[in-house]
């Protein structure tokens, strides 16, 4: 008998990861854990962290999940410098494409400015009334 139970989060993480883990060394090879890496720079003014981004390398793609500048800071080009920086190690390491999302109220014109194409987008979402764009750079 199948049964459905609230577990923990690490607990299934730790499951579904292996089982991820299984299928792409299955279709890939094994090439998996060494084509994973978290990146993550951060953005000085005065020695004052003022400024960051957190990004995911898996095989040829790299994503954004976070970039932000505090409120002091921004109007600086901080973001865009963040960018080229990922984009620089993205190219050093054979990325074909950069991944990103933002809300409607975030940084929809920023991203495009630097480059960054819509390729998807969800109304009401995470909330009505928000909408949350998928962007892509393609770098080869």
């Given at each position: 008998?199948?049964?459905?139970?609230?577990v923990e989060s690490?607990?299934?993480?730790?499951?579904?990861?292996?089982?991820?883990?299984?299928?792409?060394?299955?279709?890939?090879?094994?090439?998996?854990?060494?084509?994973?890496?978290?990146?993550?720079?951060?953005?000085?003014?005065?020695k004052k962290l003022?400024?960051?981004?957190?990004?995911?390398?898996?095989?040829?793609?790299?994503?954004?999940?976070?970039?932000?500048?505090?409120?002091?800071?921004?109007?600086?080009?901080?973001?865009?410098?963040?960018?080229?920086?990922?984009?620089?190690?993205?190219?050093?390491?054979?990325?074909?494409?950069?991944?990103?999302?933002?809300?409607?109220?975030?940084?929809?014109?920023?991203?495009?400015?630097?480059?960054?194409?819509?390729?998807?987008?969800?109304?009401?979402?995470?909330?009505?009334g928000v909408t949350?764009?998928?962007?892509?750079?393609?770098?080869?």
């Amino acid at each position: 008998m199948i049964e459905m139970k609230r577990v923990e989060s690490a607990t299934l993480d730790a499951m579904i990861e292996q089982v991820f883990a299984e299928q792409d060394i299955s279709h890939f090879g094994n090439i998996v854990e060494e084509n994973k890496e978290k990146i993550a720079i951060g953005a000085y003014l005065d020695k004052k962290l003022v400024g960051g981004i957190v990004a995911d390398k898996e095989y040829q793609t790299i994503h954004v999940s976070l970039l932000a500048i505090t409120q002091g800071a921004r109007g600086l080009s901080i973001g865009s410098k963040l960018l080229r920086e990922i984009e620089i190690i993205a190219k050093e390491k054979g990325i074909i494409h950069i991944t990103l999302t933002t809300r409607s109220y975030q940084a929809v014109d920023f991203y495009k400015k630097n480059g960054y194409t819509v390729f998807a987008e969800l109304e009401d979402m995470p909330i009505e009334g928000v909408t949350k764009y998928y962007f892509d750079k393609r770098l080869k």
